[in-house]
């Protein structure tokens, strides 16, 4: 895969919405597993949202029912859509992908985009 640019970042108030879209270069995308990370200061990058080649999901349990992870193959696209964001969601946000076994394994994303922040405000 890939040049991947995330973009839809910034800064919102708690209980807002925001929608971070990550779109990528190259044929290939429809054949990788794309992921959202987040690093927030002072802490480990963490695997928040994963969205298999064949649609599966999975979230980290923070944000479930409050994430929404999507794809779209002919836009080589791939969106995080954030609901009820509360001062925890702060982080810088990157997108990834990896064409490994297992798309819930972090350690298979290997195509990086630059970032994006989120910044939430209570």
């Known amino acids: 895969q890939g040049h991947m640019v995330e973009s839809g970042g910034g800064s919102v108030q708690a209980g807002d919405s925001m929608r971070l879209s990550c779109a990528a270069s190259?044929?290939?995308?429809?054949?990788?597993?794309m992921g959202w990370f987040r690093q927030a200061p002072g802490k480990e990058r963490e695997l928040v949202a994963a969205?298999?080649?064949?649609?599966?999901?999975v979230y980290e349990d923070s944000v479930k029912g409050r994430f929404t992870i999507s794809r779209d193959n002919v836009k080589n696209t791939v969106y995080l859509q954030m609901t009820s964001l509360n001062a925890d969601d702060t982080a810088a946000y990157y997108c990834a992908a990896g064409d490994h076994r297992y798309y819930t394994d972090p350690e298979g994303y290997v195509n990086w985009g630059q970032g994006t922040q989120v910044t939430v405000s209570s």
């Open positions: 969205i298999s080649v064949n649609n599966q999901t």
């Open positions: 190259g044929r290939t995308f429809a054949a990788y597993h």
